[in-house]
């Protein structure tokens, strides 16, 4: 057996599958510290200013229907019409607003058990327990799903945190919007959390027109401040209230 194929047996074994299935982004970096991409039928967690820019593109890459659960008296930070600019037609979208946290995780062990969408957006502002995050796993691990939990708490933090709200997520990421213009947008992301490899740190350019991903030297970044990223989220989501 090739080493390659022996490590997919491994880590497919680790997460409780016969067969593992993975969302690559196609660029070499990203997907070599990942073992070739996003894990399907896992959870992932995603926080910091530019979380749903960076959700954007993790969508347009699936090209699947989506899911997106959230409850009724957040503040929709996650506004699922701002995703459209990116060409994803609205048909795709099912979007869920339970009343309370305990619909919310029943509505999501559902909709993650079904392998019935390509991707389910779990918007979240209280920690799920241990047992809770479990029964999310086991949900999803036979599936090709995706799952992703959007962290509220940290949406404005202005440095990556070490801690997540899902210990059990597979991958976690900070996001934020280093520059913004009308043809590109430049994220820098900090992989806080990989369980088959260590923290990384990179920097991507999103051109608008194509939805291409390409990598940037980190040395060349221009950071700008918590304030103007928020500016630029606006800018970035023009349909946001």
Same mark, same amino acid.
């Given at each position: 057996?090739?080493?390659?194929?022996?490590?997919?047996?491994?880590?497919?074994?680790? +997460?409780?599958?016969?067969?593992? &299935?993975? +969302?690559?982004?196609?660029?070499?970096?990203?997907? *070599?510290?990942?073992?070739?991409?996003?894990?399907?039928?896992?959870?992932? *967690?995603?926080?910091?200013?530019?979380?749903?820019?960076?959700?954007?593109?993790?969508?347009? !890459?699936?090209?699947?229907?989506?899911?997106?659960?959230?409850?009724?008296?957040?503040?929709?930070?996650?506004?699922?019409?701002?995703?459209? &600019?990116?060409?994803?037609?609205?048909?795709?979208?099912?979007?869920?607003?339970?009343?309370?946290?305990?619909?919310?995780?029943?509505?999501?062990? *559902?909709?993650?058990?079904?392998?019935?969408?390509?991707?389910?957006?779990?918007?979240? !502002?209280?920690?799920?327990? &241990?047992?809770?995050?479990?029964?999310? !796993?086991?949900?999803?691990?036979?599936?090709?799903? +995706?799952?992703?939990?959007?962290?509220?708490?940290?949406?404005?933090?202005?440095?990556?945190?070490?801690?997540?709200?899902?210990?059990?997520?597979?991958?976690?990421?900070?996001?934020?919007?280093?520059?913004?213009?009308?043809?590109?947008?430049?994220?820098?992301?900090?992989?806080?959390?990989?369980?088959?490899?260590?923290?990384?740190?990179?920097?991507?350019?999103?051109?608008?027109?194509?939805?291409?991903?390409?990598?940037?030297?980190?040395?060349?970044?221009?950071?700008?401040? &918590?304030?103007?990223?928020?500016?630029?989220?606006?800018?970035?989501?023009?349909?946001?209230?």
């Amino acid at each position: 057996m090739r080493h390659d194929a022996l490590r997919e047996q491994i880590i497919a074994l680790e +997460l409780g599958r016969s067969e593992r &299935q993975v +969302l690559p982004f196609d660029l070499p970096g990203i997907d *070599e510290a990942l073992q070739g991409g996003l894990d399907l039928g896992a959870m992932h *967690e995603i926080s910091g200013p530019a979380a749903v820019l960076f959700t954007q593109v993790i969508i347009w !890459q699936k090209k699947e229907e989506v899911a997106w659960l959230s409850m009724e008296n957040l503040n929709e930070e996650y506004y699922p019409h701002g995703l459209l &600019q990116s060409e994803t037609s609205p048909e795709r979208f099912v979007v869920v607003r339970p009343q309370n946290f305990r619909d919310l995780l029943k509505a999501a062990y *559902e909709v993650l058990a079904s392998n019935a969408v390509g991707c389910v957006l779990l918007e979240v !502002q209280k920690p799920p327990t &241990q047992a809770q995050m479990r029964k999310l !796993q086991i949900a999803v691990k036979n599936t090709r799903t +995706l799952g992703l939990v959007l962290n509220t708490d940290y949406t404005g933090s202005a440095a990556p945190r070490g801690e997540g709200l899902l210990g059990s997520a597979l991958t976690r990421w900070y996001v934020r919007v280093l520059q913004w213009t009308y043809e590109t947008t430049q994220i820098e992301l900090h992989l806080t959390k990989n369980r088959h490899g260590s923290p990384c740190h990179w920097i991507v350019e999103i051109d608008h027109a194509t939805h291409h991903l390409h990598l940037v030297p980190v040395s060349g970044k221009r950071a700008i401040d &918590q304030a103007e990223s928020r500016t630029v989220a606006e800018a970035l989501c023009p349909d946001h209230p």
